[in-house]
C-alpha cells in the first residue's frame, strides 16, 4: 500500500481515472459491436465518436483508431 502523501493521492486519482476509462472503452467496443452486428449507417458516427474519445484519453492508439474507424466504414459500406 502506498505510505507518503502524494502516493495515497495517486492511488486514489488511479481509481477514478480507471473507472472513467471503463466506461469510455465499454463505450466504444458496444458502438463498435452496434455497427457490425446492424451494418447500417445511422449507427455509425456514434461509433467513431466513441473511438475518437478513447484516442483523445489514451486508450487506443491514433492509427489504431484510425484502422478501426476505416474498417468498420467498409462493413457498412459493403452491405
Excluded at 483508431?65 to 476505416?70: E, G, H, I, Q, T
Amino acid at each position: 500500500m502506498a505510505k507518503t502523501k502524494s502516493a495515497k493521492k495517486a492511488y486514489r486519482v488511479e481509481l477514478r481515472r480507471r473507472v472513467f476509462n471503463a466506461r469510455r472503452a465499454k463505450a466504444m467496443k458496444d458502438g463498435v459491436k452496434a455497427v457490425v452486428k446492424s451494418q447500417d449507417a445511422k449507427d455509425l458516427p456514434a461509433a467513431q465518436k466513441a473511438i475518437d474519445k478513447a484516442v483523445k484519453r489514451g486508450l487506443i492508439k491514433k492509427n489504431t483508431a484510425a484502422r478501426m474507424k476505416s474498417r468498420l466504414a467498409k462493413k457498412v459500406a459493403a452491405k
